[in-house]
């Protein structure tokens, strides 16, 4: 059967509790309304929870004129590998649908919650018996041929009703149902119940499934970046939990101004896996937050260009004066001591002359530091210092920034890695970002350090080799012994006490 003969075929897992039926009746009442054939059962089930309910629904996009008479025969019963549509209102729910074969790379679009409702065995386990929701995750993405995974809970949540009529709107947003979305909304309106609650559901819920499905990229291309700075605001909106939306958005609007609308864009990708890090470790938003935070800072680290940027400010200008006392029209001079070494200048070169050069630098033992005295607000001065600033554009192909990036996805990593063992834990790898900022020595200093806690305390604490509740204090201690003494003595003595403290109980056990 050719695929525009058969019907199309959509699986619904839900919850018990959920309206999982209601959902299914909208569906059935806006493809009765455009004479479309339509068949529903429904499955109920005690899997897990309250008891897990699937619903099967075939509609056959046919008028009955261009039926003539015929009359289609539709099944009752989903077949392994014959869903076009599987939606699904949790997480764990959407992965049973694909260890089940009914989801397939060939033809199901899935369309799933990010939340989780922990199943019993989860819950009784005797340490943390969360299943991992990012392996979930992957599984999903890959045995479907298009994923649409956004959290319907809080979106629910915030439109102040069940999580049914959202899940309603992604199945009207995901472009896939031959129904348009007026046909759901006046189907909603049909069945007479919290009408306007639905309603914002439903369109909170197909927002969010356009803004997502936009978002994803098919294999082998890059993803498009918003259009603008008031697109990228709506999509945290949609996606990032309350508690770090603000600091997202405001994180966002930084990197917009330290690069361009594309670099704003690549830190909201890189917070998606600790969003779902964080919902796995019940940090309640505090996780995504606080990275969402430091990675803004990280991402957007000090160099030459920054430097230029920020001397050449004209609101600078306007408060250096303001503090002097300056009146209007009367001269002004402002010195800027700068004192570039060969790490300043090898970081705005591309990475490949840069490394040949610092090898060189440092087998021939080069130490070339010179200081200069640039007047900014003279012609020349201006200038340098505006010339240096236009290389914004060319930022991404320089040293520097291949090894901030490369720093800063080996950092989201090991946050990720703790967030499996402990929220907590996770939080104090994540604040061991602030050593690390500045540039020149104050930098090289900073990371030396941040690489001194991860080699002693970090990996350790990950491997099991420090108990989780004695990491977390050593993380902070030896954290806070680096940003009180910069010049690494407090710290030495601080991970040596760790290390002392770490040998005691290998011996001991």
């Known amino acids: 059967m050719s695929a525009s003969e058969r019907p199309f075929s959509i699986l619904i897992a839900a919850l018990g509790g ?4 209601v959902l299914a009746n909208w569906i059935v009442a806006a493809a009765d309304a455009l004479d479309f054939p339509v068949q529903s059962t429904s499955i109920p089930g005690v899997a897990q929870r309250t008891g897990a309910t699937t619903y099967y629904i075939e509609i056959l996009p046919a008028s009955p004129r261009e039926l003539a008479g015929r009359r289609p025969v539709l099944s009752l019963n989903p077949g392994v590998g014959d869903i076009d549509l599987l939606v699904a209102s949790e997480l764990m729910e959407a992965a049973r649908a694909v260890a089940a074969g009914f989801v397939t790379p060939e033809r199901t679009l899935t369309v799933a919650s990010t939340s989780r409702f922990y199943v019993i065995g989860e819950k009784i386990a005797m340490g943390d018996g969360r299943l991992d929701s990012s392996r979930l995750t992957r599984a999903i993405e890959q045995h479907s041929q298009r994923h ?4 319907m809970e809080e979106i629910a949540r915030r439109s102040g009703t069940i999580v049914n009529a959202v899940m309603l709107g992604a199945i009207a947003g995901c472009d896939r149902l031959p129904i348009p979305a007026d046909a759901f909304e006046r189907a909603i309106r049909a069945d007479g119940k919290a009408v306007e609650a639905n309603l914002r559901g439903f369109r909170a819920g197909l927002e969010a499934a356009q803004a ?20 990228l605001e709506r999509e945290i909106i949609t996606v990032m939990s309350t508690a770090a ?5 405001e994180g966002a609007r930084r990197l917009v101004t330290y690069q361009n609308i594309e670099y704003a864009q690549l830190y909201i990708d890189r917070l998606a896996p600790i969003r779902l890090a964080d919902e796995a470790a019940g940090a309640e938003g505090r996780l995504l937050r606080e990275v969402g935070r430091h990675l803004a800072v990280r991402m957007s680290y000090e160099d030459a260009i920054r430097v230029a940027q920020a001397k050449i400010d004209p609101t600078r200008r306007a408060r250096i004066a303001a503090e002097m006392g300056a009146k209007p029209g009367e001269p002004l001079h402002i010195t800027e001591f700068l004192k570039p070494g060969i790490d300043e200048i090898c970081s705005l070169l591309p990475p490949h002359l840069a490394r040949r050069l610092l090898a060189m630098a440092e087998k021939r033992g080069w130490t070339f530091q010179r200081g200069m005295q640039v007047n900014s607000q003279s012609i020349s001065g201006f200038l340098r210092l505006w010339l240096i600033a236009k290389l914004r ?7 520097r920034y291949e090894e901030e990036q490369r720093a800063i996805e080996a950092w989201l990593a090991l946050i990720v890695e703790a967030a499996h063992q402990s929220a907590d834990l996770a939080l104090e790898i994540t604040e061991c970002a602030r050593l690390i900022k500045g540039y020149g020595d104050t930098h090289k200093r900073g990371v030396a350090n941040y690489r001194l806690i991860e080699e002693h305390v970090m990996r350790p604490a990950l491997a099991g080799h420090i ?6 204090d050593a993380i902070a201690s030896a954290r806070t012994a680096a940003l009180v003494d910069p010049e690494g003595e407090g710290l030495a003595k601080c991970l040596a006490q760790i290390d002392t403290q770490s040998s005691r109980r290998i011996a001991a056990e």
């Open 148 to 151: 649409i995974l956004f959290d």
């Open 467 to 472: 108990p989780l509740h004695l990491a977390v």
């Open 393 to 399: 554009p060319r930022r991404p192909k320089t040293y």
């Open 212 to 231: 997502t499905a936009a978002r994803r990229v098919p294999e082998g291309r890059k993803r498009s970046a918003a259009a603008s700075l008031a697109d």
């Open 245 to 249: 939306r603000d600091m997202i958005q």
């Open 18 to 21: 959920e309206g999982g039926g």
